[in-house]
């Protein structure tokens, strides 16, 4: 790895740590879906920070659809470091009566659609994608969603009109953690193979490790080059990966309670990684 | 507003009404789920195929795909059957379409018993059902004119809008010259004291025809047309039930939800009103057919939809 891509990498880690610091902030204040956001700070910090292009108005240009509406966590932890955000208003995610939303409905900061009804985001990106490329712009759409999502049919039914409307302005992002709402994914209804899946149905499909920056920025270069088909990134993630104190003690949590976590460790953890990585990066 | 001369059909509605849209409109979209052909969108689909999309036989994949082309800053038309729109869909109606301001119409054919297949293909519940959506806007036209005009209204409406459509034959009876349609308007098709009568849609031409046979029987009756199931006209509603004894709703709809529902609640909320009598399809299956044989079936064809708001008004 050459300086500058090392340089790269490093400033997305530092992000990764810092959007999981956010989320273990705003959850232990009164419980809520930790693990994923903690989880999906690798692939957040590529999107958010890397991928998706300015729009000089101190907004995105490309646009990112969220499909699964508790990993609002995830953009949460992002776009307070973004700064369209403040921490202060993020703590009171959970609280009676706050406009941040756990699972937030269409038009608040961040969120294109009401994402709770899950398995209708890729659907929806779709569509956008469809309606962006009649108009003729370059904008790319990026949509997240899971692998618990994969069991709804509506999910299938977009990736046929997908990839045969060949919408290659189009990734879609699947967390696949193997965890959903009661279980163990592949013990309520297994998914896998998930590429294979995807690939069958015409769109372009890759297994990526979800906590390798290097990977998901090679993910995102390659759907660049994917000019025939929608690009489907499975990747492949640990519930809390990232802070190992807390992946170890609840490796199989949905949501976590205020209670349930030593948030204490997880954040004297990820302090520590902050500062090891400001460290490496001012030399 | 009604036409002297009643008699003009026309054989393809939302071929025209589509074709003409689409002209004059470029970001409106015709959507479709395998159904284009059987909705009559035949013009959009040849000449101006830009404006047309077929998501392939997947009802919940249209008005969600469709939610995301209103989200790309164009006007969709979701179209396909009224069962399917609702029944199969109904959630993705509600949460891609109905949360947001984005203007997002689904146009919900032969709604009722005007489907040949039985169960299946009717659509008994779709009005109740989009009625219960906050901040939605529900269209039931009556014929040619007021279905054309209800959507150049509809693709300026914000948020999600349910209408149902008309093909086939459809009888032009409102005079386009002299009839607007306007969101929420209730129209007095007649004037004449003794019961009143209300309606929506189709079967507003049902509530026409008998209308016909007890002028002959010597009657005294009112009509009233509500093509905006909602936000209804609570008011010129009120105003029109209170003035008679004797309510009679008509609609091509079940008699549970619809508007003879709508009717007797806004009437009760005041207390004190009319008696309301609730025509239409009862809480049951209702047989497959030509619409004249179902018609018959359910006590809905002219002659005996005469005599049961005769009956009631007694």
């Excluded at chain 1, 101190?58 to 659809?65: C, K, S, V």
């Excluded at chain 2, 074709?19 to 004059?24: A, K, T, V």
């Amino acid at each position: 790895m050459n300086d500058m891509t090392n340089q790269r990498v490093l400033r997305l880690e530092l992000l990764a740590a810092k959007i999981r610091r956010n989320t273990l902030d705003i959850c232990m204040q009164r419980g809520g879906y930790a693990g994923q956001g903690v989880a999906l700070a690798d692939v957040a910090a590529c999107l958010y920070f890397d991928e998706m292009r300015d729009d000089g108005e101190g907004w995105f240009y490309d646009r990112f659809i969220l499909s699964n509406g508790h990993d609002a966590i995830m953009t949460y932890g992002a776009l307070a470091e973004h700064g369209s955000y403040s921490m202060e208003d993020l703590r009171t995610y959970n609280a009676d009566g706050t406009w941040v939303d756990q699972s937030p409905i269409e038009g608040q900061l961040g969120f294109e659609i009401t994402a709770g009804s899950l398995g209708q985001g890729p659907s929806q990106t779709a569509g956008i994608a469809w309606g962006e490329r009649m108009k003729g712009n370059n904008k790319r759409m990026y949509c997240l969603f899971s692998d618990g999502e994969l069991q709804e049919g509506n999910v299938w039914e977009a990736a046929m009109f997908a990839a045969h409307q060949k919408l290659s302005n189009m990734v879609w992002i699947i967390d696949n953690n193997d965890l959903q709402a009661t279980s163990r994914t592949q013990d309520v209804l297994g998914v896998e193979p998930v590429p294979e899946k995807f690939a069958s149905f015409g769109c372009f499909a890759r297994r990526v490790d979800g906590h390798s920056i290097p990977d998901i920025l090679a993910a995102f270069a390659e759907a660049k080059t994917i000019t025939d088909r929608p690009y489907v990134m499975v990747l492949d993630t640990r519930i809390f990966a990232g802070i190992d104190c807390l992946e170890e003690a609840l490796p199989r949590a949905h949501y976590v309670a205020k209670h349930q976590a030593d948030w204490d460790a997880g954040l004297a953890e990820i302090n520590a990684t902050i500062t090891n990585l400001e460290r490496q990066i001012n030399g | 507003m009604l036409l002297a001369d009643q008699t003009a059909i026309h054989a393809a509605p939302f071929d025209e009404i589509s074709f003409d849209l689409c002209s004059r409109r470029k970001d409106v979209v015709m959507m479709s789920a395998d159904l284009s052909k059987y909705c009559q969108i035949i013009q959009v689909k040849n000449e101006l195929p830009d404006q047309h999309l077929d998501v392939g036989m997947a009802e919940q994949n249209l008005i969600s795909v469709a939610a995301g082309v209103a989200k790309a800053g164009f006007v969709p038309v979701a179209t396909t059957f009224a069962c399917y729109a609702t029944r199969r869909a109904y959630d993705q109606m509600m949460i891609c379409m109905g949360t947001g301001p984005l203007t997002s119409i689904v146009l919900g054919f032969t709604p009722g018993i005007a489907n040949p297949a039985r169960i299946h293909h009717q659509a008994a519940e779709d009005l109740g059902m989009v009625r219960a959506i906050p901040d939605t806007t529900v269209i039931d036209p009556m014929d040619m004119t007021e279905f054309q005009q209800a959507m150049n209204v509809a693709v300026d409406t914000p948020g999600l809008v349910y209408m149902r459509g008309h093909r086939g034959n459809t009888p032009v009876l409102l005079d386009p010259a002299k009839y607007r349609f306007e969101l929420g308007k209730t129209y007095r098709l007649k004037e004449g004291g003794g019961v009143g009568i209300v309606s929506t849609g189709h079967a507003s031409q049902w509530a026409l025809e008998a209308s016909a046979i007890l002028d002959a029987k010597g009657v005294p009756h009112s009509l009233l047309h509500v093509p905006t199931i909602k936000p209804a006209n609570e008011d010129e509603i009120a105003d029109f039930c209170f003035e008679h004894k004797t309510i009679v709703t008509v609609e091509n709809h079940q008699i549970v939800t619809g508007l003879g529902s709508l009717v007797t609640e806004i009437v009760s909320d005041i207390g004190g009103g009319p008696k309301i009598k609730r025509i239409g399809i009862p809480n049951q299956w209702a047989p497959g057919g030509t619409l004249g044989y179902i018609r018959e079936q359910l006590g809905l064809d002219a002659p005996t939809l005469a005599s049961r708001i005769e009956e009631a008004a007694q």
